[in-house]
């Protein structure tokens, strides 16, 4: 860019998100902005890898988490923790109590920093509570963590804690870089990615992330169907229901794919070891059954701080790219109306919904406990965990004058009417697909967890997966009731 004005729109810098932005000023906070950082060739995943380290400046974060990653820390609660990881976790976490509260002004200025701060901090946030002994009822989260942590989120409009961008779209990079000049084709990149971080180094936890980025990848196509669906919707003669038909038929096509991605989970990630010992590192406050509090530290250091009140972590239910799907179908009225949670959906950027009246729901306190209206439905809460451009998109798409499903009930076009529940009942055996991973790897595993625990004279701890397991079957159901011809 140094061939461009400086006043170019390019060059100018980030804008903070607490100063006024001028009319009619673009967003410049990353290159796709304009167009809510949906990439034409990556989709909801950024165009180029992401960042692997933070600059010198913030090296004592990096350091931390390289130094928790290679010491092999071990879960609080795993079965025969030996004294010897209890203290090697013990001394880890005293290097974190010690480190200096770093600033963040200078990462406001790059949203591609700020994101990387994110997934380094709320990754070290999650060892420090995750390592910490069970017998510790508060958990206390050191200002040096808390500070910079809630600065960045405040930048980010996202809560502190991991969610699936951290996991997922800012978690890879290529085993081996494509070649310079060869145009980037998402589907011969599936098998292609690494991931940056994580707990376990097992191909397990890799294995889990990169199920997700495939999907996300291969995930484009879908995308780039919309886009010409909305196109020809906007013409509605006869022709454009011919193509709108054809592009129905070709979108069930990658849905389709996209569950195969989701079932190959299985040949890289075993259950036990994902419930055991994967599961446990990302679960946030909201999910923990044990009910120990996370106490942020150091608030009063910065007066524009607040008390976090979402800390969900990461969830599939927070992927831009099913939403999108859900929306675009008119599916997201029958998907996202059930399984409310206690929690309020209005975050910096939410706009009130009004969603259509659902049957009551079963408990979700899988997925958070706490308590309080008014009620919306967990999957429109997860939109809170998204990155804020890919909310825009979503709103965007949500705002389309011209809806397909009200084109489709509309038109008597039977062969239009049958290719659009062809594309919903994709979907629905995406969710079906689902459903089996949630039985699989959370439900199954729960059971005999507490199987095990009530042979040794113990007490069950609550319901183990089947809230979980409940909430996507609920969804999958919702999901069928959306069909024009077969209801």
Same mark, same amino acid.
């Given at each position: 860019m140094e061939n461009l004005p400086p006043n170019h729109f390019l060059n100018l810098p980030r804008p903070d998100a607490f100063s006024p932005t001028p009319a009619g000023?673009?967003? &410049?906070?990353?290159?796709?902005?304009?167009?809510?950082? %949906?990439? &034409?060739?990556?989709?909801?995943? #950024?165009?180029?890898?992401?960042?692997?380290?933070?600059p010198s400046a913030w090296e004592p974060w990096e350091a931390v988490l390289e130094d928790a990653i290679r010491s092999k820390l071990q879960l609080a609660d795993k079965p025969g923790l030996s004294d010897e990881d209890a203290a090697k976790s013990e001394r880890w976490r005293n290097r974190v109590r010690e480190l200096p509260i770093l600033p963040v002004t200078d990462l406001k200025g790059s949203e591609i920093l700020l994101r990387r701060a994110h997934h380094v901090l709320a990754w070290i946030m999650h060892?420090?509570?995750?390592?910490? /002994?069970?017998?510790?009822?508060? *958990?206390? *989260? /050191?200002?040096?963590?808390?500070?910079?942590?809630?600065?960045?989120?405040a930048q980010l409009q996202l809560p502190p804690v991991l969610t699936y961008s951290d996991d997922v779209l800012y978690?890879?990079?290529?085993?081996?870089?494509?070649? #310079?000049?060869? /145009?980037?084709v998402p589907k011969q990149q599936l098998h292609n990615l690494r991931c940056l971080t994580l707990f376990t180094g097992t191909r397990d936890e890799e294995e889990f992330y990169l199920s997700s980025a495939r999907i996300?990848?291969?995930?484009?196509?879908?995308?780039?169907?919309?886009?010409? *669906?909305?196109?020809?919707?906007?013409?509605?003669?006869?022709?454009?229901?011919?193509?709108? &038909?054809?592009?129905?038929r070709a979108l069930a096509d990658v849905v389709a794919d996209m569950q195969k991605l989701l079932a190959g989970v299985r040949d890289g990630c075993d259950p036990q070891v994902f419930y055991d010992e994967i599961r446990p590192w990302f679960k946030g406050a909201d999910?923990?059954?044990?009910?120990?509090?996370?106490?942020?530290?150091?608030?009063? +250091?910065? #007066?524009?701080?607040?008390? /976090?009140?979402? +800390?969900? =972590?990461?969830?599939?239910?927070?992927?831009? +790219? *099913?939403?999108?799907?859900?929306?675009?179908? =008119? %599916?997201?009225?029958?998907?996202?109306t059930n399984f409310s949670t206690g929690r309020s959906a209005q975050g910096p950027d939410s706009s009130p919904q009004t969603p259509s009246p659902a049957p009551a729901s079963p408990s979700t306190t899988a997925f958070s406990s706490a308590p309080g209206p008014p009620k919306v439905p967990f999957l429109t809460r997860m939109q809170l965990y998204m990155p804020r451009h890919h909310r825009a998109f979503l709103r965007h798409l949500q705002s389309n004058p011209r809806p397909l499903r009200r084109l489709v009930e509309q038109s008597e076009d039977p062969a239009l009417q049958e290719a659009y529940d062809v594309a919903v009942t994709a979907l629905k055996e995406f969710r079906d697909e689902h459903?089996?991973?949630?039985?699989?790897?959370?439900?199954?595993?729960?059971?005999?967890?507490?199987?095990?625990?009530?042979?040794? =004279?113990?007490? #069950?701890?609550?319901?183990?997966?089947?809230?979980?397991?409940?909430?996507?079957?609920?969804?999958?159901?919702?999901?069928? =009731?959306?069909?024009?011809?077969?209801?």
């Open positions: 000023a673009p967003d &410049t906070s990353t290159l796709a902005a304009h167009d809510f950082d %949906v990439d &034409t060739r990556t989709g909801f995943m #950024p165009p180029e890898s992401p960042l692997t380290r933070l060892f420090y509570v995750h390592t910490t /002994p069970m017998t510790t009822r508060n *958990i206390h *989260i /050191p200002p040096p963590i808390t500070v910079p942590h809630l600065q960045v989120c978690n890879w990079a290529f085993k081996t870089p494509p070649a #310079p000049g060869v /145009p980037f996300e990848l291969r995930g484009v196509e879908a995308l780039s169907l919309m886009r010409a *669906i909305m196109d020809e919707a906007f013409v509605g003669d006869t022709i454009a229901v011919r193509r709108i &038909t054809t592009y129905l999910s923990d059954t044990t009910g120990r509090k996370w106490v942020f530290d150091g608030l009063e +250091l910065d #007066p524009t701080l607040e008390e /976090p009140t979402e +800390l969900s =972590g990461p969830s599939a239910g927070q992927s831009s +790219l *099913i939403h999108a799907l859900d929306i675009f179908l =008119g %599916v997201d009225r029958y998907s996202h459903v089996r991973i949630v039985a699989l790897y959370i439900l199954i595993p729960s059971r005999r967890a507490a199987s095990a625990l009530q042979e040794a =004279g113990g007490a #069950p701890k609550g319901t183990g997966g089947t809230d979980a397991f409940q909430f996507v079957k609920g969804v999958r159901d919702q999901t069928a =009731g959306a069909l024009l011809l077969r209801r």
